[in-house]
């Protein structure tokens, strides 16, 4: 029998070292850089790169849900993560004309390893009585996650500096090593958390997962929320490195602007465990009308102060949103046996958003100024997310939005 307090500490210990070394916050600061300079594509075809990836994972998101479901969820999650390493290999050495097939596999990678951390770490709280946890345990795991990619971020600015290819090479490294302190923590656990004696079928996971989406009206807010979260971030941040070119910022200090923006992020992360979220509006509100005055300024002094402003903003949201939903969302999930298959739909819905974004202000930022896209990106992002954090605001009580968060 497994002792349910050895659980709680092992599920900590997952969840904690995964946020710390699990991500690319290495190679993020010098992303757009090493496809541009050292790939060899322009802004259009980036976000037609990042395109494909979305695509490719919202074609194998949900049956990759289903399969994890079915299948095992560890087992399905290792299978994604050799995939990605083996994705962020090839991209060093391909030519640029074979680079874009390797979308694909990382879409592929994308799909069958989204949904099932989180669906473990709640499942192993869940087992242990523990599953109230779950937010405080998914937001101090978003803060480390934003500490370690300040830090990260630096010696990624510095490793660009000396070579555009070596912050790839340190980020498979550390991916790697996530990979096997994952299968060490979970490794009691198969047999309890994602297998049962019968397994129901695929079609009866999908089915339930639906239905569970349908009939529940806060799990649809906050699914829609975080879609449209994410794909306005991630366009936007296709957007960041072009413009620290634009204002000549050297790339060795594309690491410590990085680092100041998690920063920045993990306090936005710290304020989605307060019981009330109205703090939040007046602050995206303040953030809304500065972010509109790249649109009418051509001063270059009050455009970098607008500008600055903006990625402000958007690292607060980014740091919320996280923990947020990944709480909320597991929250409102009534069957275990179909968890990962819903949180595949969440992550499904964020490839349609982020697919068709992530085109349209690639075409916007060759067409237009770098402000100009970027404070559109902002404006749209804010407005939306507002509504949707307002209408939940207004159609839950004070009571169910502190249970429920």
């Known amino acids: 029998m497994i002792n349910k307090e050895d659980t709680l500490a092992d599920t900590k210990r997952l969840c904690y070292i995964n946020s710390i070394i699990g991500f690319e916050n290495i190679f993020a600061p010098i992303a757009i850089l090493f496809y541009t300079n050292h790939v060899g594509f322009n802004l259009l075809e980036v976000g037609f790169f990042f395109a494909l990836v979305s695509i490719s994972t919202l074609i194998f998101e949900i049956p990759s849900g289903i399969l994890s479901d079915w299948l095992g969820r560890r087992e399905v999650f290792a299978a994604g993560r050799i995939g990605y390493i083996s994705s962020m290999i090839l991209v060093l050495f391909l030519d640029k004309d074979l680079i874009i097939y390797v979308s694909i596999l990382f879409g592929i990678s994308i799909a069958l390893s989204s949904g099932n951390t989180p ?37 990624g600015g510095l490793l660009g500096h000396i070579d555009i290819t070596y912050p790839l090479i340190a980020e498979t490294i550390l991916m790697s090593t996530s990979l096997i302190v994952f299968l060490f923590f979970t490794r009691k656990y198969k047999s309890s958390q994602t297998e049962t004696r019968n397994p129901p079928s695929g079609i009866k996971i999908l089915k339930d997962g639906i239905i569970n989406i349908s009939t529940n009206k806060k799990l649809l807010v906050f699914i829609i929320f975080s879609a449209i ?56 509100l303040s953030a809304l009308i500065i972010s509109a005055l790249p649109l009418f300024a051509h001063n270059n002094y009050i455009m970098v102060i607008s500008i600055t402003t903006i990625l402000i903003s958007q690292q607060l949201l980014r740091g919320f949103e996280s923990p947020f939903s990944n709480t909320s969302i597991n929250e409102n999930i009534n069957s275990d046996n179909s968890r990962t298959t819903i949180l595949s739909i969440s992550q499904f819905t964020k490839s349609i958003f982020s697919s068709i974004t992530m085109i349209v202000f ?25 509504a949707i954090l307002i209408y939940f605001l207004r159609a839950s009580s004070p009571k169910r939005i502190s249970s429920s968060v």
């Open 119 to 155: 669906a473990i770490i709640y499942s192993m709280l869940k087992s242990c009585n523990h599953e109230k946890k779950a937010g405080e345990i998914f937001s101090k795991s978003a803060t480390f996650s934003l500490w370690s990619a300040s830090i990260l971020s630096l010696l």
């Open 229 to 284: 979260t994410f794909s306005f971030l991630r366009a936007s941040y296709n957007l960041y490195q072009p413009v620290f070119e634009m204002l000549d910022i050297p790339v060795i200090y594309f690491g410590i602007a990085f680092s100041v923006m998690n920063l920045i992020a993990s306090f936005g992360a710290k304020l989605s465990r307060l019981k009330s979220k109205s703090l939040f509006i007046p602050i995206s």
């Open 362 to 386: 690639g075409l916007c930022a060759e067409s237009y100024s770098l402000g100009f896209t970027l404070s559109v990106t902002s404006i749209a992002y804010i407005l939306i997310s507002l």
